[in-house]
């Protein structure tokens, strides 16, 4: 599965959809619009799971596993640059418990100035895409 595709596609539409609101939105709601827009695509070929844990008892926000390959995702509602770095590094964490190479991240971001799209962020020799609506 070309996920970062998926990513593209989920802030095209996220922001058709939602892009001029600037309601009260939690991180919840976040994930819940993201798994509503990837059900149709893993259609019973593979599974998410919300907040797997590891066995050092972390958190995952999503696993997806599809056609024996799997993505871990961190969703995150943008507080700013630091809180964002920490999302990095939380799923970076994660991609290194996993010893996965790429990882995702997805933010929602509700300031007006935004500059929404899909980028790669490398951090030591791990790739996230990280996707900003």
């Known amino acids: 599965m070309n996920f970062r595709r998926v990513l593209e596609k989920f802030v095209e539409s996220f922001d058709s959809l939602y892009g001029d609101r600037n309601e009260t939105f939690l ?20 599974n998410s799971y919300v907040e797997a844990q590891t066995r050092n008892q972390e958190r995952m926000d999503l696993v997806v596993d599809y ?12 507080r700013g640059n630091a809180y964002n770095e920490r999302g990095e590094a939380q799923i970076s964490d ?8 790429k990882g995702y991240m997805l933010s929602f971001n509700f300031n ?8 790669d962020i490398v951090l030591g020799d791990k790739l996230i895409v990280e996707a900003v609506v």
């Open 27 to 46: 991180e919840d709601a976040g994930r819940r619009y993201f798994m509503l827009f990837l059900k149709p695509i893993i259609n019973g070929v593979g």
């Open 67 to 78: 056609r024996g390959e799997q993505f871990v995702v961190e969703l995150k509602i943008w």
């Open 94 to 101: 994660y991609l290194e418990y996993f010893h996965l190479k």
């Open 112 to 119: 007006k100035h935004k500059e929404i799209g899909v980028k």
